[in-house]
């Protein structure tokens, strides 16, 4: 690590601790030419993962993104704004295990309603309305259906 001070190329390590709730590291180093110390901070280097939207776009994936969707989906149901938040950093953590870059909008939309189905069925109806574009009375009847059938 070079040095702030001098630009010396070399120090040493003297502590390191946890930051930011754990997602970097916190090291304390020593210049070993002027005798200096500086903090640096280590974080894992993201690469962006990309959502390939229906019409053959690419956005860069925004969990706040998936998440205000969620939020609108479980307006005055009885669903913690935490729990939402749990959910998206689940199905983020599941799309990033995939070790794949880019992922459709269909995957996605399918592990929140995945997700919404557990929590809450009024919720999941409402997301999937909207996601799967329910055109008429009958779609919307048809998905009802389904989710009694599974009760």
């Known amino acids: 690590m070079k040095c702030p001070f ?3 190329n070399d120090s040493k390590v003297v502590d ?7 997602d970097s590291i916190r090291r304390r180093r020593v210049c070993l030419s002027c005798g200096k110390r500086f903090t640096t901070y280590e974080t894992v280097e993201q690469v962006p993962l990309m959502v390939i939207k229906r019409d053959g776009s690419r956005q860069t994936f925004d969990r706040q993104k998936m998440l205000r969707g969620m939020i609108r989906a ?3 149901r009885p669903v913690a704004t935490e729990t939402l938040e749990q959910i998206s950093i689940e199905i983020e953590q599941e799309l990033r295990n995939t070790l794949t870059l880019e992922v459709s909008a269909e995957q996605v939309g399918e592990l929140v309603m995945a ?3 557990e929590v809450d ?9 909207v996601y799967r574009q329910f055109r008429d009375i009958t779609t919307f009847r048809d998905e009802l259906d389904k989710l009694l059938s599974q009760k």
Request: hydrophobic share 25%; charged share 30%.
């Open 6 to 8: 001098c630009g010396y």
């Open 16 to 22: 390191s601790r946890h930051a930011d709730e754990g």
């Open 115 to 117: 997700k919404l189905k």
């Open 74 to 76: 479980c307006y005055k």
């Open 121 to 129: 069925d009024v919720s999941y109806v409402r997301f999937a309305s």
